[in-house]
């Protein structure tokens, strides 16, 4: 089974400045999908960005963007000139490649999650 | 983007009764749909993956008696959570997915049971 893990519960960052979430995962497979979600007060979860594991070129979103490694099975989130509304829970994601219309294939592994503070 | 959309966003009921919770992709057809359940400053916890016209496939450990699920169509899911009890209460979030495109989640219904 697949398992993911951030081990930052909690993290902050001044506004404008640069932060960056950790994210390790475990898997024995060689093709799959990662995902970084925001989930600010609201509760509404957001995607912020995907990355596709058979893809060497780290995926970028404006102001978001990954390092993935996949040989270290690592997958950090960098937010660059922060703003106060980045402020939420992150959740890195999981989810297998492996046949797009089976049920065990489409699910999501979340890791704990990190929680950020944007200070002004 | 996909659009879900989760009704009632907020219930309160009593001890009891049974809540049912629907889950709606507006504009597009979902093969899958997951349910979730979150405590707070916790991380997102599978119930259980329903496949449109088959049964729903729970997660070890969740009773399928208590969380009833019907997917009926590719554009609705229903949770019902059958005689609530105070232990029940928390935050459910549905996703709908079709086949390898992303999970879109709806925006949770918080669930307070007296």
């Known amino acids: 089974a697949q398992t993911v893990t951030q081990s930052q519960p909690e993290m902050s960052v001044q506004e404008a400045e640069t932060v960056t979430l950790s994210c390790t995962y475990d898997?024995?497979?060689?093709?799959?999908?990662l995902f970084w979600y925001k989930q600010p007060p609201s509760r509404q979860m957001i995607l912020v960005i995907r990355?596709?594991?058979?893809?060497?070129q780290n995926a970028t979103e404006n102001r978001f963007s990954v390092n993935f490694q996949k040989a270290a099975k690592s997958f950090s989130l960098k937010i660059s000139d922060s703003q106060l509304g980045d402020a939420a829970m992150y959740f890195c994601?999981?989810?297998?490649?492996?046949?797009?219309?089976?049920?065990?294939?489409?699910?999501?592994?979340f890791g704990e999650g990190t929680q950020l503070t944007v200070n002004p | 983007g996909a659009v879900v959309s989760q009704h009632p966003s907020w219930v309160i009921c009593k001890s009891g009764t049974s809540v049912k919770i629907e889950c709606r992709s507006l504009?597009?057809?979902?093969?899958?749909m997951f349910w979730y359940r979150q405590f707070p400053k916790q991380s997102l916890m599978l119930m259980a993956t329903?496949?449109?016209?088959?049964?729903?496939?729970?997660e070890q450990g969740v009773e399928k008696d208590k969380f009833l699920i019907n997917h009926a169509s590719l554009t609705l899911s229903t949770l019902t959570v059958t005689s609530a009890h105070p232990e029940d209460s928390s935050f459910y979030i549905c996703?709908?997915?079709?086949?390898?495109?992303?999970?879109?989640f709806g925006d949770g219904t918080r669930l307070s049971i007296l």
């Open positions: 996703s709908a997915s079709r086949g390898f495109l992303p999970q879109h």
């Open positions: 898997t024995s497979e060689s093709d799959y999908y």
């Open positions: 990355q596709e594991a058979y893809k060497q």
């Open positions: 994601a999981y989810r297998s490649a492996r046949g797009g219309g089976e049920t065990s294939g489409s699910r999501l592994t």
């Open positions: 504009d597009f057809q979902a093969t899958t």
């Open positions: 329903s496949n449109e016209g088959s049964k729903a496939t729970y």
